[in-house]
């Protein structure tokens, strides 16, 4: 089998991200950030908003376009509205993440199952996966900075093909910038220059001078064009939103420096073994490759080191540290593979028990898990329980028996292969928690704005979420505290419970209110208040 693995790691790899992530990428509930950028992305292939991007008719230039196009073009490939399509480019570049660890690992002189693993390490971490639901455009920046920074590496490496190695490395540095301004010029690739320096030191510089020189001037020009023309094309409303971006850096979210300090856990099945790895007195006696491991623990370091000296902080911010992490990794994982049934000391084997042997004792208890939280629910989703519980309660047994003959190896891809068997056969089970009876999609406001031939507008801003299924463009007509009445003499009107009071006594005197109905995007049983709006017709008197 693991001549097989070292015969094919792409593709098993490719399996793995396929059953992890596209197989069910449709059921997953939009989320707020999702929102936002497929309604960007939408308005670009309706309204043609390509460069100058909007979301509700409105400037929207807190982010560069390079991740909307991609989901542009692949929802009118294949279904502007479809969540699938809209989903895809950012699960491929999981895959493409996946891909260019493979290859750094192989470039650093480490075994292919050991790069490999390294990848696999990565794709499986939680916040890698996640990602693409909670905040989908960062992936693509770092997922294009890691494909840089390979090339970046055989550029300080390799003595020939050097303008080759600087071209491409400026090429994909400029495609992260496209994707989400400067982030990981600072989270990804700063640290990884640091570690460079420390561990590679930066050799014969006077050679590589002048394809430095065009790498800085092309990943500049790549990365910085539309920022330049938008700030020349509409200036008054590119400046108000980098003010406003540049303020939530030291005034939103702010956490103390040590928040980031437990940034291991968000590795979520790896949290025990990438704490492991970062001890590096331990660790560094015994890997086989010294500079290699040096190299992605002062990555990982640096990268830390560096987000914690910036106010705003969020756990999605992490993802930068969680890539060289997964590297980090990669190494205590070979160790194990190599060693683990020679070792006798218990500090050494009792982490490994523990962690492996709860992931055997969750696999194991996931059927009875899903049978008590899910209950009813169960009924329309039989399929998906039986499969879920025949491969998890398979794959538990497996793992003990594999710890007991301590050997690590299966004990290592079994536990991808429960993270894949959650995915492929227990996504679907996630629906039953859709419970909320008072469920309305405003998509369905449509038909009654045909039939009473009226325009919907909106008191303050409306959510994401709500924007997204509602389909078209809802007008804010209460700005700063100030009502701007429609022209029409009979309009619609979505306000949320709170603003309901101090908008009818602005119109009482001159039109009639009349709730129509009520809109509700609430899934679960938490029902959120901005997610729900009232729709009144509103008439002149």
């Not at 540290?321 to 990669?330: D, E």
């Not at 049983?525 to 008439?539: A, M, W």
Request: net charge positive; with cysteine; hydrophobic share 50%.
């Amino acid at each position: 089998m693991i001549k097989i693995f070292e015969k094919y790691p792409l593709a098993l790899l490719s399996c793995v991200v396929l059953l992890l992530l596209l197989v069910h990428l449709e059921v997953p509930n939009i989320t707020i950030m999702e929102a936002r950028n497929f309604i960007s992305a939408r308005e670009m292939a309706q309204d043609n908003h390509w460069i100058l991007t909007t979301m509700n008719g409105e400037a929207r230039y807190q982010k560069p376009p390079l991740p909307t196009w991609l989901t542009a073009v692949s929802g009118m490939l294949f279904g502007i509205n479809n969540v699938f399509a809209l989903r895809l480019p950012a699960a491929l570049m999981v895959l493409f993440s996946g891909f260019c660890i493979y290859y750094l690992s192989l470039s650093l002189k480490l075994s292919k199952i050991q790069s490999l693993n390294n990848s696999l390490i990565l794709v499986t971490s939680f916040y890698i996966f996640a990602i693409i639901i909670e905040a989908p455009w960062d992936i693509f920046a770092h997922g294009f900075m890691l494909a840089g920074l390979y090339f970046l590496f055989l550029f300080f490496e390799e003595k020939n093909v050097l303008w080759k190695n600087a071209l491409l490395a400026a090429f994909f540095v400029g495609l992260s910038i496209m994707s989400k301004g400067p982030v990981s010029l600072y989270a990804l690739f700063l640290p990884f220059l640091i570690s460079y320096g420390i561990v590679f030191k930066f050799k014969n510089l006077k050679v590589r001078f002048l394809p430095l020189m065009a790498f800085l001037i092309l990943f500049i020009a790549v990365g910085g064009w539309w920022f330049l023309y938008v700030r020349l094309a509409d200036p008054k409303a590119f400046l108000e939103i980098a003010t406003r971006e540049t303020e939530n850096w030291s005034s939103y979210n702010i956490k103390a420096f040590y928040y980031y300090w437990n940034f291991f856990i968000q590795s979520g099945l790896w949290a025990i073994p990438a704490f492991i790895s970062l001890l590096y007195p331990y660790l560094i006696k015994r890997v086989e490759h010294k500079k290699a491991y040096q190299f992605s623990f002062w990555w990982t370091i640096a990268a830390v080191i560096l987000l914690s000296l910036i106010p705003e902080k969020k756990a999605r911010y992490l993802v930068p540290a969680l890539i060289p992490l997964a590297l980090n990794t990669g190494f205590y994982i070979q160790y194990l593979i190599s060693n683990f049934s020679e070792l006798k000391r218990k500090a050494e084997t009792i982490p490994v028990y523990f962690n492996f042997g709860l992931i055997a004792v969750i696999s194991l208890s996931v059927p009875f898990a899903l049978f008590f939280l899910l209950k009813d629910g169960l009924q329309n989703h039989l399929f998906s329980y039986v499969l879920t519980s025949m491969a998890t309660l398979l794959i538990g047994i497996l793992l003990i028996r594999n710890l007991y003959l301590k050997k690590f190896q299966s004990v290592f891809y079994l536990t991808i292969l429960f993270m894949v068997s959650l995915a492929a056969f227990g996504l679907p089970l996630s629906k039953s928690l859709n419970k909320n009876i008072a469920f309305k999609s405003i998509n369905s406001l449509h038909q009654f704005e045909k039939t009473n031939n009226i325009t919907t507008y909106s008191i303050g801003e409306t959510a994401p979420e709500l924007l997204w299924d509602y389909n078209g463009i809802l007008t804010d007509i209460y700005k700063n505290g100030l009502l701007k009445t429609p022209p029409e003499p009979n309009f619609g009107l979505l306000l949320m419970n709170d603003d309901k009071e101090i908008i009818k006594s602005q119109l009482n005197k001159d039109y009639n209110f009349e709730l129509i109905d009520t809109y509700n995007l609430n899934v679960g049983s938490k029902n959120k208040d901005r997610l729900i709006r009232e729709f009144y017709l509103v008439s002149k008197k």
